[in-house]
């Protein structure tokens, strides 16, 4: 098993940037895909971006792609979600989740969640 932790949100003004942390538990962090999902109030939970075990393949919604960047530093047991131009609309509590899965975009396939960390951002 693995334990999640994200840090890093925030309220930033629209244009502005945040950098989220997820820092994980144990030594076998390289073992998971992870992933970065959000959820807005009163909406369900969306992917936003993944990264494979070693980095060398990164996945983004259509939404954030340009700007957000996923990843990861295995030596460090952390995930990464650089946020740029940050727009209203990315107001939303995000989650960072690990599955040994390959479907990387897929919510269901993670087995691992963190609680979450808001980000709101103001027009």
């Known amino acids: 098993q693995v334990q999640l932790v994200e840090s890093g949100g925030g309220l930033v003004e629209a244009g502005g940037s945040l950098r989220l942390s997820c820092a994980a538990s144990g030594r076998t962090f390289s073992t998971y895909n992870m992933g970065w999902f959000r959820q807005a109030p009163g909406k369900g939970r969306e992917f936003v971006a993944a990264?494979?075990?070693?980095?060398?393949?990164?996945y983004y919604a259509d939404s954030v792609k340009g700007r957000f960047t996923i990843s990861r530093d295995n030596a460090k047991n952390t995930a990464y979600l650089q946020m740029n131009s940050l727009e209203p609309e990315d107001t939303a509590i995000y989650y960072c989740?690990?599955?040994?899965?390959?479907?990387?975009?897929?919510?269901?396939?993670?087995?691992?969640w963190g609680q979450g960390t808001q980000v709101t951002v103001s027009s």
């Open positions: 989740a690990a599955t040994t899965a390959i479907m990387m975009q897929t919510l269901g396939k993670y087995d691992y």
């Open positions: 990264i494979s075990r070693s980095g060398g393949g990164t």
